[in-house]
């Protein structure tokens, strides 16, 4: 079965059960500012999700684009891509667990014709921490569907991987696991959601590879979510009907969604029974094309690399499509990493030089029929990969004379500086650094390399923030506001995390704040609720802003907050946070402007706690 009728298939079979064939979003994002590449079915979906009617009613069926750039390391796999579609059908609404998981196990077992007894399945073991219950329904769904195909069904709990590992199948072929597996959102584990998002239980799917033998070095025994590469996930329903309130915990959406995502290539991986999913006709025409290119069989040595090769280019192909242009910065940036990459895979399989290029037609063939945005972009994304790889080669080229000359003066280490130059100015990987060096029988400072790539992205930040005054865009009334709620901000996250915290870099809009500060780990929700409840008292309190005019050193004895790393005049101006009886909540050498007095400011909100680099994290908050 080729994924074009997999594909088809699908759509079809939701049309006949009341749905609506929606085409897919772009990979870039339309109106979500929180994700740089649309990374799943549901995320062109959210206002939906949360409530608002769809135009084409309750029930929707697609195929999606999906780039997921953190996979970009997992590639190499029998199954990771970091582009790949998305098979979702969509109830925002309508129908729950009991028609989703029967439509879903009708079509895997009559239209794809899988054999029942190679499916198993999870659900989620319930979250007592969140007061989510154990999903007993779905369990007591596929009970029944597995027993009329004479199935046996039996229920294991295993919870999470390392458990599975070390207790194995146990004879079962529906799986409990907690909010590791079986929770989806588009923050991961509930803990980590911001408020106001959605979430729910999911229940997987997995298609099982006879012939696949474990590999004890995943662990003891196998079991679904093992890594070996047994069990592939080929469909996950996600019962979408929570969603996180202001206080860290969780209310019921509204409505009761199903948001179920299966990934097309896998779904035609089990279907022709393969466990490599690039043998699966989108991909194996482009591995069929290097072949051409490198003399070199598939099924040798270099099949990594292959791999590698095919879904870069496949994914670098998509995004130019999609209006996104090399750069080094955000969504660019990832299209000259996935072609970096692919040079060099391409050099380890020995392909001639700029022969890359060739790989555009057998994607732009394969894809011609249902993406036409790849044919009428065939030439501009030949030009961009041509392009990227001359360029790339070129800094190699005088990258790999710099090694050569850090290398003999080594005497043994290459320094944190030496590899972050070579990365910086040259384009070198780390782990290419590492590989030539491995080479030589030298050695390379990686700690030095990582804390000079931080120092590297803290200076860019506050350069960049310093673009603007005290790191305000502009001084609208709302902006104003926000930069008042970013000083009382500072100074409860110091009230509740403690004095260390420290302020690394900010940026303010008329719409929300960002400050990114010191903090070693990730914080809970009930600090989050804590600084948010001081914030609001404060603003309640009243206090006045008062700016007065010091020496530094005067400001530095009165224990003003400074920014680390900025530059400050002789004379500066500092802004108070007081209240009536003289009590300081915060004070801060700043320039403003700022409200007179913070009972103007209305209602405090985090909406987003992250991390941006090792021991920095950044809260975004609005004022509402
Ligand atoms: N949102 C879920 C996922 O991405 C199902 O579509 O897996």
Redesign the pocket.
């Known amino acids: 079965m080729t994924s074009r009728e997999l594909r088809e298939k699908f759509l079809k079979f939701f049309e006949q059960r009341g749905h609506i064939i929606i085409p897919s979003a772009s990979l870039v994002p339309e109106k979500d500012p929180t994700t740089l590449f649309t990374?799943?079915?549901?995320q062109p979906l959210i206002p939906y999700l949360l409530g608002q009617p769809h135009p084409l009613g309750k029930r929707l069926v697609n195929s999606q684009k999906?780039f997921r750039a953190e996979d970009i390391e997992e590639v190499g796999d029998n199954r990771h891509t970091t582009f790949f579609e998305?098979l979702?059908n969509w109830s925002l609404g309508d129908y729950f667990k009991e028609e989703q998981l029967s439509w879903f196990f009708e079509f895997l077992t009559k239209e794809v014709n899988l054999d029942p007894n190679r499916l198993y399945i999870t659900v989620f073991s319930g979250d007592p921490n969140n007061n989510i219950p154990r999903d007993d329904e779905s369990v007591a769904i596929w009970k029944e569907l597995f027993a009329e195909k004479g199935v046996k069904a039996k229920d294991v709990e295993l919870l999470n991987s390392k458990q599975g590992a070390k207790l194995g199948m146990q004879g079962g072929r529906i799986f409990y696991y907690d909010s590791s597996k079986n929770w989806?959102s588009r923050s991961g584990l509930p803990e980590n959601m911001p408020s106001g998002e959605p979430g729910g239980p999911?229940s997987e799917v997995f298609y099982e590879f006879v012939e696949v033998e474990h590999d004890s070095k995943f662990g003891k025994y196998c079991h679904p979510n093992c890594n070996c590469g047994r069990f592939l996930e080929i469909g996950?329903?996600?019962f979408m009907e929570y969603k996180k309130n202001e206080n860290g915990s969780f209310d019921k959406l509204l409505q009761k969604n199903v948001?179920?995502?299966?990934g097309l290539e896998r779904i035609t991986a089990a279907a022709n029974n393969s466990p490599d999913i690039f043998e699966i006709d989108l991909l194996s025409s482009i591995i069929k094309k290097m072949e051409d290119l490198s003399g070199i069989d598939y099924g040798g040595e270099g099949k990594e690399s292959f791999r590698i090769i095919a879904d870069h280019m496949r994914a670098a192909s998509f995004m130019i499509a999609d209006g996104v242009r090399p750069s080094n910065v955000e969504r660019g940036y990832f299209i000259r990493r996935l072609v970096r990459r692919a040079v060099r895979h391409a050099d380890t399989l020995k392909m001639s030089k700029g022969s890359l290029v060739s790989l555009i037609n057998p994607i732009v063939q394969s894809y011609a029929d249902d993406y036409p945005e790849i044919v009428q972009n065939k030439s501009l994304i030949e030009e961009t990969i041509k392009e990227e790889e001359d360029k790339f080669r070129e800094t190699l080229e005088k990258g790999l004379k710099v090694f050569e000359k850090i290398s003999v003066k080594a005497g043994g280490l290459i320094s944190g500086r030496g590899a972050f130059d070579l990365y910086q100015t040259y384009g070198f990987p780390l782990e290419m650094t590492l590989d030539l060096a491995k080479e030589k029988g030298i050695k390379v400072d990686e700690e030095g390399f990582r804390k000079e790539f931080q120092k590297h992205q803290k200076m860019s930040r506050t350069s960049a923030d310093k673009k603007f005054k005290g790191g305000l865009a502009d001084t609208k009334e709302e902006t104003v506001k926000l930069h008042t709620a970013h000083h009382l901000l500072l100074a409860a996250l110091q009230k509740i995390l403690g004095p260390q915290v420290k302020q690394r870099g900010s940026n303010i809009t008329s719409e929300r704040l960002r400050i990114d500060f010191s903090h070693s780990k990730k914080m809970t929700t009930e600090e989050l609720k804590k600084i948010e409840d001081l914030v609001n008292q404060k603003i309640k309190e009243g206090l006045n802003m008062i700016k007065k005019e010091m020496s530094k050193e005067e400001a530095e004895n009165i224990g003003a907050e400074m920014e680390f790393g900025v530059k400050y005049s002789d004379i500066v101006s500092v802004y108070l946070a007081e209240d009536d009886k003289g009590n300081i909540f915060s004070k801060e050498f700043c320039g403003g402007p700022h409200v007179k007095n913070t009972k103007d400011l209305g209602h405090f909100k985090i909406t987003k706690e992250e991390s941006v680099a090792s021991g920095i994290r950044r809260i975004k908050a609005i004022l509402e």
């Not at 948001?259 to 299966?262: A, L």
């Open positions: 990374g799943s079915g549901m999906c998305m979702g989806w999911d996950n329903s996600v948001d179920f995502g299966g």
